[in-house]
């Protein structure tokens, strides 16, 4: 069997360039859709279930989706923040540590590859030529699994949460609303464990996991919301009324 050459091995593994900021946006929007369908359609939901006059359930609504998208945003520009400064003092540690004692640095190095398996002389000539190329990227490679140009941003993280969300909580504000009487109550369920079943799927596919339970999780965990939220609306509607 024949080595592939460059050129092959470019079609066989796609270039990690840029992946940890494109599985950020993913998580980010996931996680931000996930939540924009269950807590809009939950408060929607349990509005209804207290009315049947459409504009409360229209301007609970709305304030779910506004006051949520701005939630969300920031909760994941506060946390992914806080990992690019966790990288970023990193990087300048590595840098540091570089100009202060290169030769142990490269001891290290070499020491790391042969952890990983290679013979001493194979891992000192990886360590040279690496090196040779850019020794802050090697060391950060080796050493903390971080690319330097590949640091996640947290502005991203908070716009794909914050446009994921709104998007997921249009669905059932849209369907609830469209839809008059009971029926959209009910079409609003559908809706949305359908909509939670999609995004079970795009969250185990993310992390690589089997899409089966992840799917079930988050039905279920919607349908619980649903129900709970539209049982207490009905109560306070019926104990007021």
């Not at 050129?7 to 996930?34: D, K, T």
């Not at 990992?83 to 004692?101: F, G, N, V």
């Amino acid at each position: 069997m024949s080595t592939p050459g460059p050129s092959e091995i470019e079609r066989i593994e796609p270039h990690a360039g840029g992946i940890a900021q494109r599985l950020n946006w993913l998580r980010a929007g996931v996680l931000g859709a996930n939540d924009g369908i269950v807590s809009t359609a939950a408060v929607a939901v349990g509005v209804a279930g207290a009315t049947a006059d459409r504009a409360p359930v229209f301007l609970a609504g709305i304030a779910a989706l506004v006051g949520g998208a701005i939630s969300m945003a920031l909760g994941e520009y506060v946390s992914v923040s806080s990992q690019r400064d966790s990288e970023t003092a990193l990087i300048a540690k590595e840098s540091e540590e570089l100009s202060e004692d290169p030769d142990g640095e490269f001891e290290e190095l070499v020491g790391l590859y042969e952890a990983q398996g290679l013979r001493p002389e194979t891992a000192r000539q990886v360590a040279t030529e690496l090196t040779e190329r850019d020794a802050l990227r090697a060391h950060l490679t080796a050493e903390l699994n971080i690319d330097q140009d590949d640091v996640v941003s947290p502005w991203h993280a908070a716009l794909a949460s914050a446009v994921a969300f709104t998007i997921g909580a249009l669905l059932p504000l849209a369907t609830i609303l469209l839809i008059p009487g009971p029926a959209g109550i009910v079409w609003t369920f559908v809706a949305v464990l359908l909509a939670l079943a999609v995004t079970g799927h795009v969250a185990a596919w993310i992390g690589g996991a089997p899409s089966g339970r992840a799917v079930l999780r988050t039905v279920i965990g919607g349908a619980l919301a649903l129900g709970a939220t539209f049982l207490v609306g009905s109560f306070f509607g019926t104990t007021v009324g």
